[in-house]
């Protein structure tokens, strides 16, 4: 197949030998399970259960708040011993409404229904399913799928994103090697779900074998494997979906406006689980990994794990790392505490060698524009950064911040060291939160105004009242007069 | 020839006064319509602390050009920007103290529920009755500080809005001065 040109991008060391070839392997039931309420974009969850509640694996016990949101569910059988606040697994640190699950050791399932036909569904119906399960991105934007689903119906194209463009990441590797025949059962469900016509399954050149076994995994189905050159970032959906179909999405868009869905092989993997099985996403596929990391393994994790428990689990540290991320070493998250959970957007769990991270002093820019020719968006990252460091946000608006896709391909290759993509971070961040306070101006304007209007309306209701009490009382002093004067004239 | 010069120059200048004339009574603008916009921009809570009655007075003397850009404190440097950008003018930044949005928060061991608060709101922020807890509706306060000066326990203060994970976002960097 004919694949399309991307402009920009960057060629980090893979270092995926590490674990690429470490099958997944289950990590021991873990005796504390904190569980998240947000792990998704959108609203958090709200619990539906108690302290002191005994729950059953894959039973609900958050449920969505609204429609961008997602359902969460007991990862295993316990008690219920806290409904409060966690750490998150977030650069800030900050705690999070979370429920402490302790395992009672059983890992007793509650009961689930599957479907034997699951792709006899109607297209309603896989969505519904696919929300009720609780599955969201797991490439990790966790986008709520089923919200996803519905949104995209009768798309010209899906792309399954087999990408994983970021270094040291193989959990979507080992899936697809170990998993392809249910991955393309899933893959069948969601073009159902959408009415899709073309089923393309990106898969980058450094994962071979993933290949193969995909490709005989969808022999005698719509699904096409299409092999892509190994770049970074080609994972990312925009530019995944110019290379397989040379289509663009427009600034500020999606990409259902020109036709096209995107998902995770990791998702179809999540789907086909719900939908034949019934099983709710309770557990993911991490890849532990990192120069101080002992054995870096890919182990499927159940959604609250402790982080500490997988590093334990790879044989701890072979010597001490000095940065924790989550996620892929580009686009992840920091991390400190290993007390963090893993959650249903956790890829991997990197502990990395001062060696691996190249961490130094920033320099002045030199505007060589390196960082313009990896920019795979087409932005310049040198003059969007000089204007936020200006605090001129609206300038950099207008060189296209908002299409910045924080890929950190820029502040990869710059040769001077200058956290570029942070800068990008702190202004969307800044004018987001501009746009909260405007929301909330206008909203307590018009309490204002209401206010204003009330005691408005009291004075004037007051002034009726009183005026009324007066004409009353003047009506019947007339009166009395009268009948007085009556009186008067009777008894002459 | 002179004439001609005469009557076509004073047939011209009264052609144009009337017209003028004309124009001044038909479409005639009823105040300045720069003071409505500019109030459409400020809080609306009347709240004073700028030192002028309320924000239409405020607006007034924005358009006047007889006050700075950064005269309203619960609208902070964002309200000061919008400002600046509406009037054409520089915003001299500086000297705004933006202690990030507040909001007024009830210690709920020394209000008494005298009530004095929550009838002095201007955006209905605060809810009570006489002899009970107040407490404060954290989307609606505007952090104009009106509360805080009747409260006759000092009960009432401003607080910054905590911080949470949908409000949170990196910092901005900071580069050493080599860069």
């Known amino acids: 197949m004919k694949l399309f040109d991307l402009k920009g991008g960057v060629h980090p060391e893979g270092k995926k030998n590490l674990s690429a070839e470490r099958r997944i392997r289950a990590l021991p039931l873990p005796k504390k399970l904190y569980v998240p309420m947000q792990q998704h974009i959108g609203a958090p969850a709200a619990p539906v259960v108690n302290v002191g509640d005994h729950v059953f694996k894959g039973q609900l016990i958050a449920s969505a708040q609204g429609n961008v949101s997602a359902a969460v569910h007991a990862p295993t059988s316990g008690a219920i011993t806290a409904l409060g606040d966690h750490v998150a697994p977030h650069p800030s640190g900050l705690p999070v409404p979370t429920i402490t699950l302790e395992s009672d050791g059983k890992d007793e399932w509650c009961a689930i229904q599957g479907c034997e036909q699951p792709l006899e569904l109607a297209a309603e119906e896989i969505a519904a399913r696919v929300g009720a399960a609780g599955i969201v991105g797991l490439g990790g934007a966790t986008f709520p799928s089923a919200l996803k689903l519905n949104v995209s119906r009768g798309v010209q194209t899906l792309i399954m994103n087999g990408g994983e463009c970021e270094p040291y990441l193989t959990c979507d590797d080992r899936i697809m090697r170990e998993r392809a025949v249910e991955i393309v059962e899933g893959i069948l469900l969601i073009a159902r779900a959408v009415d899709a016509k073309k089923i393309l399954v990106g898969i980058e050149d450094n994962k071979p074998e993933a290949i193969e076994a995909m490709q005989a995994a969808a022999q005698g189905t719509a699904v096409k494997v299409v092999t892509m050159p190994s770049m970074y970032p080609m994972g990312s959906e925009k530019q995944i979906i110019q290379v397989l179909t040379g289509l663009e999405v427009p600034a500020g868009g999606r990409p259902a406006d020109i036709g096209v869905l995107v998902h995770n092989v990791a998702t179809a993997f999540a789907v086909q689980q719900a939908i034949r099985y019934g099983k709710p996403l309770i557990s993911r596929i991490v890849t532990v990994s990192g120069g101080a990391i002992k054995t870096a393994c890919n182990v499927e994790a159940l959604v609250g794990t402790p982080v500490q428990e997988l590093i334990d689990f790879a044989d701890g540290y072979v010597q001490p790392a000095s940065r924790l991320v989550l996620g892929g070493p580009m686009m992840g998250q920091q991390f400190t505490n290993t007390n963090v959970p893993v959650v249903k957007g956790s890829s991997g769990v990197l502990a990395l060698m001062t060696t691996e991270i190249g961490q130094s002093e920033a320099s002045p820019c030199i505007r060589c524009s390196t960082c313009v020719r990896a920019c795979p968006v087409g932005l310049l990252p040198l003059e969007m950064a000089a204007h936020i460091r200006a605090a001129d946000l609206t300038g950099a608006v207008a060189l296209g911040l908002k299409d910045c896709i924080a890929c950190g391909s820029c502040s990869y290759v710059c040769p001077a060291h200058i956290p570029l993509v942070h800068f990008f971070n702190y202004a969307k961040g800044d004018l987001a939160a501009q746009e909260r306070s405007k929301l909330k101006q206008e909203a307590t304007k018009k309490l204002a105004d209401a206010r204003l209007e009330r005691i408005a309306r009291i004075e004037r209701e007051r002034a009726e009242a009183a005026a009324r009490r007066k004409a009353a009382r003047e009506a019947k002093e007339r009166a009395a007069k009268e009948a007085a004067a009556k009186a008067a004239e009777e008894a002459v | ?179």
Request: net charge negative.
């Open chain 2, 1 to 179: 020839m002179l004439f001609a010069a005469i009557i076509s120059l004073t047939l011209l200048g009264t052609a144009l006064g009337l017209l003028l004339g004309v124009a001044a009574r038909y479409l005639k603008v009823e105040g300045n319509p720069l003071v409505a916009e500019i109030e459409q921009l400020l809080p609306g809570s009347q709240c004073g602390q700028c030192g002028y009655p309320g924000c239409t007075g405020a607006a007034q003397a924005l358009a006047d050009g007889g006050a700075a850009v950064t005269l309203c404190p619960p609208g902070g440097i964002a309200l000061a920007q919008a400002l600046a950008a509406k009037l054409g003018v520089d915003a001299d930044l500086s000297g705004v103290e933006d202690k990030g949005p507040m909001i007024a928060e009830v210690k709920e061991e020394i209000c008494i529920g005298c009530t004095r608060c929550f009838k002095i709101c201007p955006t209905d922020a605060i809810m009570g009755a006489a002899q009970q807890i107040h407490v404060v509706f954290r989307e609606a306060c505007t952090a104009c500080g009106k509360c805080v000066d009747v409260c006759p326990t000092e009960s009432v203060t401003l607080q910054p809005i905590p911080v949470t994970l949908q409000s949170w976002y990196w910092n901005k960097p900071i580069l050493g001065s080599a860069a």
